[in-house]
């Protein structure tokens, strides 16, 4: 495989040389939206990886002019105090370019900026001191394990995972285990990642449908405080932002330890009045496991786009295929007989899709902006795993089957006027957010990826019910088809938010947000009798577990933002959010016959919708030369921890609500030229406000601490930017030790890991990547759970701690071909 991509590369690399071109003059003019010149206005000519190169200034009439610049692609960054900054690619051929006009759009309230990393001053413009910007560049040079990872540049944020790579990562944020996605939202250009009412957990989040180098920054925030941040929001959310134009095309093809490949390219180019942009991804990976991976993903992506921030629009198409086997977690207690990296069901895994379409069109002037987005996306995954062996079925094991399938369509409008109330600036914004899924899911038992009914012995041992006949060895039935349901998802949102400047030291935002959820569920499991005993009940699930709920959920918000003073700028935010509850939860008055529930058991219906609530504290400041630090307070109230399991169909919930609070400390400093160093922290605490007696260990009366809440998590970097040829990139990252029970008796280790990168520029257009990953060879574990299982049909079952380790050492190799 890897030879194949070698002579691709090859072949590719040899069709890729342009002649070199004389030094031409950039000139051109900086008008606002009226076309009147602006005089004064910043000009400055960056290299394509952003180095600074010349810096000038627009006359009295708004014209500027940069002399002597060499062929080759560079970008042209225009601001001014008055308006909004503007950015926009440059090539410099065989030709003398064409005359640039940049249009500046009056800058607003909030003085929106084209923020580009963390090395910008956000003093002046951010609503809280935990909202940021993370660059290409900065993704660049940080070197990853997988594509998720992009998502560890928020700070405080850890990705994670419990099984095969084509799994959505574990998300852990703020005090939250957050699964595969709850309470933290994802969006790829403003379209959702999150998935409702998903067959395996509620907000699954999957971001290997991502290609890290086609993104040109994170924009993230946290807390419920963000009006056009709707369901999952609470924690935080992150929007990622696709190039419409690449700096520079490339090629790039990688290899590694443990069976690693990938090729990866991206070409931008004018077509018409626009700017067509494709890139591709192809990736394999065995992992070092007993069972290996064997991980295929595809990725494709396909933007065309036209105009500036003052008028334009992009349609987007991306497409993704993963098929993986799953090394599953496993106990401590079966190390010695699988292996720290082995498998106890090496026929895990399963095979995802997804392939979507997003339409955007926006205008802004000195008056208002509008912005509208539609998208639309068929998604796919079939997931085999088991978490608990041979705890329930001796015989055939406890492997279970969830399949998913879904439409979405969804729209994303606002609009903003601009105007003054009594001589102050004031924002006015109003938006309308509507999403409906058509989905089709269930969960099935299975055996080596094959539908079987199953029986569990276990059902009557620890406290017999009248099901049993006082029988304690009775075997209940666990029927193949566990939970089948066709159902609609719909959420609708709409807010209006306002934004005033007071005084050049005090400004508001206050916002309202109400979504309504609408569930409409069609159970197809079949009739289920339970046992052949006289008189054994018959459940009709079509009937009991069938039906529609509707919920509204009012959100206020508001922000206080005083300053600066001294470069230093102060918050206080409150506000109220709220995360979706499964559909099929939310209609649901019979358990499905699962290992939880293993005869026909009655169970009130879930809420659709929880609400959560937040405050927040914090400080921003730039008074340090070079050095960005913000520092944050924060509490996060849940009202419930309730859900729907999509491991056994049923339902989940802890006794009581639950509170986190904590604090977080962010820091970005650029001492020299050619150097950057990043140290983040954050400390958590998640406690319910009763004793919580089922997470519990054995024998135990149970805690308040919520299980699995991640506490510590600090990350550090040091990067040195296009020094000579050389860049390189050092990076440690830690989080934990956690508690696994809600008593505190079961807790994780702490996870530490330092990886590194290092580029290197063979010759003007070639260059050289060297990534090391887990630098110290720890055995460290990626996750950890506390549970009951049994590791053999014959062993006794044992509540202990269940891991899924982090991969060892390992080098990967890169070689990119820009042109």
């Known amino acids: 495989m890897f030879r194949r991509l070698v002579v691709v590369t090859s072949i590719l690399c040899a069709t890729m040389w342009r002649v070199g071109a004389a030094d031409f003059p950039v000139t051109g003019s900086v008008v606002d939206t009226s076309g009147a010149g602006i005089a004064g206005a910043s000009v400055q000519l960056q290299s394509a990886n952003r180095t600074a190169l010349r810096t000038t200034e627009s006359d009295t009439n708004g014209s500027f002019t940069i002399s002597g610049v060499a062929a080759g692609n560079y970008r042209l960054v225009v601001s001014h105090a008055d308006f909004e900054s503007k950015e926009i690619p440059v090539t410099i051929g065989a030709e003398a370019p064409a005359l640039f006009r940049i249009v500046l759009a009056l800058r607003s309230v909030r003085t929106t900026v084209n923020v580009q990393g963390r090395a910008d001053d956000l003093t002046g413009i951010a609503q809280s001191a935990t909202q940021g910007t993370v660059g290409a560049q900065e993704l660049e040079d940080r070197p990853i394990l997988r594509s998720g990872e992009v998502l560890e540049t928020v700070p405080g944020v850890i990705i994670t995972q419990h099984a095969g790579g084509g799994k959505a990562n574990q998300y852990f944020l703020r005090g939250f285990n957050l699964d595969h996605g709850t309470d933290f939202a994802v969006s790829l250009d403003g379209m959702p990642l999150n998935l409702p009412s998903h067959a395996h957990g509620e907000g699954y989040a999957d971001m290997n449908v991502v290609i890290p180098e086609l993104v040109q920054r994170v924009n993230y925030q946290k807390g419920p405080y963000y009006s056009d941040v709707g369901n999952y929001g609470s924690a935080g959310s992150a929007n990622l932002e696709f190039y419409k134009t690449l700096p520079d095309n490339f090629f790039q093809v990688e290899g590694g330890m443990y069976g690693y490949e990938r090729a990866v390219f991206g070409l931008s180019e004018k077509v018409g009045s626009g700017s067509l942009l494709f890139g591709g991804e192809f990736y394999h990976d065995d992992g070092p496991w007993t069972h290996a991976d064997n991980y295929f993903k595809y990725n494709g992506l396909l933007t065309y786009s036209q105009g500036d921030n003052a008028k334009g629009f992009s349609i987007t198409a991306h497409a993704y295929r993963g098929t993986w086997n799953s090394s599953d977690q496993i106990p401590v207690t079966a190390v010695p007989l699988v292996g720290f990296f082995g498998a106890l069901n090496p026929s895990d895994g399963g095979n995802s899709d997804r392939y979507s379409l997003q339409a955007e069109w926006h205008r802004q002037n000195d008056r208002s902006r509008t912005q509208i987005m539609a998208y639309g996306f068929y998604y796919y995954l079939n997931l085999f795993s088991d978490f608990t062996y041979y705890l329930n079925d001796p015989v055939k094991g406890d492997q279970f089957e969830q399949q998913d399938s879904r439409f979405v369509f969804g729209v994303d409008a606002r609009h903003t006027i601009f105007s003054q109330w009594g001589g102050h600036k004031v924002e006015n914004t109003f938006g309308l957010q509507v999403r409906n899924d058509w989905v089709r899911n269930g969960l099935y038992r299975t055996q080596n990826r094959v539908r079987t009914g199953k029986n569990d012995g276990n059902a009557c041992n620890d406290e017999p019910v009248d099901a049993c006949n006082d029988e304690p060895n009775l075997t209940a039935v666990l029927p193949a088809d566990t939970d089948v349901n066709r159902f609609t998802d719909t959420m609708a949102g709409f807010f209006v938010e306002n934004k005033i400047q007071w005084s050049d030291?005090?400004?508001?935002?206050?916002?309202?947000?109400?979504?309504?959820?609408?569930?409409?569920?069609?159970?197809?499991?079949?009739?289920?009798?339970?046992?052949?005993?006289?008189?054994?009940?018959?459940?009709?699930?079509?009937?009991?577990?069938?039906?529609?709920?509707t919920r509204f959920m009012p959100q206020p918000k508001a922000s206080l933002v005083f300053g600066p003073w001294s470069k230093t700028e102060f918050y206080v935010q409150g506000g109220f959010s709220f995360h979706s509850n499964d559909a099929r939860g939310a209609t649901q008055r019979q358990e499905p016959i699962s290992p939880d529930n293993p005869f026909p058991t009655a169970t009130p219906r879930i809420p659709a919708l929880i609400q959560t609530k937040g405050s927040e504290v914090g400080v921003r400041t730039t008074a340090v030369p070079h050095l960005q630090s913000t520092f944050s307070l924060w509490y996060l109230h849940s009202a419930s921890e309730l859900l729907q399991d999509g491991d056994t169909g049923g339902t989940v919930a802890s006794l009581s609500p639950s509170n986190r609070y904590g604090l977080e400390w962010a820091n970005y400093y650029t001492p020299l030229e050619h150097w950057a160093f990043d140290f983040d922290f954050a400390e958590s605490r998640a406690f319910f406000t009763e004793v919580d007696p089922d997470d519990a260990a054995p024998n135990s009366a149970g805690g308040k601490r919520v299980p699995e809440a991640v506490g510590l998590v600090a990350s550090a970097g040091a990067t040195m930017h296009d020094y000579g040829r050389f860049a390189a990139s050092l990076r440690l990252r830690a989080f934990g030790p956690r508690d696994l029970t809600s008593d505190g008796i079961y807790r994780s280790n702490a996870t530490i890991l330092l990886n590194a990168e290092v580029r290197y520029r063979i010759a003007n257009k070639w260059s050289l990547v060297v990534e090391a990953l887990n630098l110290l060879t720890r055995r460290d574990h990626d996750i950890d759970y506390a549970y009951t299982a049994r590791i053999t049909p014959t062993a006794d079952a044992a509540f202990t701690d269940v891991f899924h380790p982090v991969e060892p050492i390992q080098v990967r190799f890169g070689l990119r071909r820009t042109f």
């Open 505 to 549: 030291k005090f400004r508001t935002v206050l916002a309202m947000r109400g979504d309504q959820a609408i569930y409409n569920v069609t159970s197809l499991t079949p009739s289920y009798t339970a046992g052949e005993l006289p008189g054994a009940p018959v459940v009709n699930f079509a009937s009991a577990n069938s039906g529609t709920v």
